[in-house]
Protein backbone atom coordinates (compact mmCIF):
# COMPACT_ATOMS: atom_id res chain seq x y z
CA UNK A 1 0.00 0.00 0.00
CA UNK A 2 1.28 3.32 -0.92
CA UNK A 3 1.68 5.91 1.86
CA UNK A 4 3.04 9.46 1.47
CA UNK A 5 3.94 11.40 5.00
CA UNK A 6 4.23 15.18 4.79
CA UNK A 7 6.13 16.86 7.66
CA UNK A 8 7.84 20.02 8.37
CA UNK A 9 4.68 22.87 8.45
CA UNK A 10 4.56 25.73 10.81
CA UNK A 11 4.79 29.22 11.58
CA UNK A 12 6.67 31.86 9.18
CA UNK A 13 6.46 35.76 9.18
CA UNK A 14 5.88 37.04 6.18
CA UNK A 15 9.22 37.26 4.04
CA UNK A 16 10.05 34.00 5.51
CA UNK A 17 11.28 30.33 4.51
CA UNK A 18 9.92 26.97 5.20
CA UNK A 19 10.59 23.76 3.90
CA UNK A 20 7.87 20.45 3.41
CA UNK A 21 8.81 17.57 3.08
CA UNK A 22 7.04 14.33 1.40
CA UNK A 23 8.20 10.88 2.22
CA UNK A 24 6.39 8.23 0.31
CA UNK A 25 6.28 4.30 0.70
CA UNK A 26 5.24 1.10 -0.85
CA UNK A 27 4.75 1.65 -4.57
CA UNK A 28 7.99 2.31 -7.21
CA UNK A 29 8.60 5.94 -6.05
CA UNK A 30 10.61 6.33 -9.46
CA UNK A 31 7.30 5.85 -11.82
CA UNK A 32 5.52 8.45 -9.68
CA UNK A 33 5.10 11.94 -10.85
CA UNK A 34 4.68 13.80 -7.36
CA UNK A 35 3.09 16.80 -7.02
CA UNK A 36 1.83 19.22 -4.24
CA UNK A 37 -1.55 21.39 -3.87
CA UNK A 38 -2.79 23.14 -0.92
CA UNK A 39 -5.89 24.20 0.53
CA UNK A 40 -7.43 27.15 2.54
CA UNK A 41 -10.07 27.59 4.76
CA UNK A 42 -13.14 27.53 2.86
CA UNK A 43 -11.35 27.67 -0.65
CA UNK A 44 -11.22 24.48 -3.06
CA UNK A 45 -7.73 22.67 -3.51
CA UNK A 46 -5.30 24.07 -6.20
CA UNK A 47 -2.38 23.13 -7.36
CA UNK A 48 0.97 24.42 -6.09
CA UNK A 49 3.97 22.37 -7.63
CA UNK A 50 4.71 19.31 -9.93
CA UNK A 51 8.02 17.31 -10.85
CA UNK A 52 7.91 14.39 -13.02
CA UNK A 53 9.12 11.34 -12.53
CA UNK A 54 12.88 11.03 -13.48
CA UNK A 55 12.83 14.86 -11.47
CA UNK A 56 13.87 16.77 -14.99
CA UNK A 57 10.74 18.70 -15.27
CA UNK A 58 9.08 20.85 -13.11
CA UNK A 59 5.97 23.01 -13.05
CA UNK A 60 4.71 25.67 -11.07
CA UNK A 61 1.51 27.85 -9.76
CA UNK A 62 1.72 31.34 -11.57
CA UNK A 63 1.32 32.61 -7.75
CA UNK A 64 4.63 30.30 -6.34
CA UNK A 65 6.73 30.65 -9.17
CA UNK A 66 9.97 32.30 -8.26
CA UNK A 67 9.54 31.78 -4.52
CA UNK A 68 8.81 28.17 -4.39
CA UNK A 69 11.52 25.17 -5.44
CA UNK A 70 10.06 21.78 -5.60
CA UNK A 71 12.71 18.95 -5.84
CA UNK A 72 13.04 15.08 -5.06
CA UNK A 73 15.35 12.51 -4.29
CA UNK A 74 14.51 8.68 -5.69
CA UNK A 75 16.93 7.26 -3.01
CA UNK A 76 14.91 8.55 -0.26
CA UNK A 77 11.75 8.25 -1.92
CA UNK A 78 10.81 11.88 -0.80
CA UNK A 79 10.06 15.05 -2.62
CA UNK A 80 10.68 18.37 -1.29
CA UNK A 81 9.04 22.28 -1.15
CA UNK A 82 11.28 25.20 -0.52
CA UNK A 83 9.02 28.08 0.08
CA UNK A 84 10.80 31.64 0.15
CA UNK A 85 9.01 34.92 0.69
CA UNK A 86 6.35 33.85 1.98
CA UNK A 87 3.17 35.64 1.88
CA UNK A 88 0.14 35.30 4.24
CA UNK A 89 -1.81 34.40 1.18
CA UNK A 90 0.27 30.97 1.29
CA UNK A 91 -1.31 30.22 4.13
CA UNK A 92 -2.93 26.51 3.58
CA UNK A 93 -3.19 23.02 5.08
CA UNK A 94 -0.23 21.46 1.94
CA UNK A 95 -0.91 18.14 0.47
CA UNK A 96 1.66 16.00 -1.42
CA UNK A 97 -0.01 13.70 -4.11
CA UNK A 98 1.29 11.00 -6.44
CA UNK A 99 -0.02 10.21 -9.57
CA UNK A 100 1.14 7.41 -12.56
CA UNK A 101 1.30 8.25 -15.91
CA UNK A 102 0.13 11.50 -16.24
CA UNK A 103 0.30 13.27 -19.09
CA UNK A 104 1.60 17.22 -19.42
CA UNK A 105 -2.38 18.53 -19.67
CA UNK A 106 -3.29 16.56 -16.48
CA UNK A 107 -0.29 18.00 -14.18
CA UNK A 108 -2.55 19.99 -12.13
CA UNK A 109 -5.84 18.31 -11.74
CA UNK A 110 -6.65 16.57 -8.05
CA UNK A 111 -8.82 14.22 -9.80
CA UNK A 112 -5.22 12.56 -11.70
CA UNK A 113 -3.42 11.93 -8.48
CA UNK A 114 -4.01 7.98 -6.68
CA UNK A 115 -2.36 8.81 -3.29
CA UNK A 116 -2.44 11.44 -1.22
CA UNK A 117 -1.05 12.05 2.65
CA UNK A 118 -3.15 13.95 5.27
CA UNK A 119 -1.47 17.46 5.03
CA UNK A 120 0.67 19.78 6.62
CA UNK A 121 -0.41 22.95 8.30
CA UNK A 122 1.77 26.09 6.72
CA UNK A 123 1.27 29.43 8.62
CA UNK A 124 2.09 32.64 7.35
CA UNK A 125 1.54 35.40 10.04
CA UNK A 126 3.48 37.93 11.69
Known amino acids: QVQLVESGGGLAPPGGSLRVSCKVSGGNFKTYAMAWFRQAPGKEREFVAV????????LYADSVKGRFTMSRDNAESTVFLQMNSLKVEDTAVYYC???????????????????WGRGTQVTVSS
Open 97 to 115: AAGLRLITSSLRLPSQYAY
Open 51 to 58: IRERGGTT
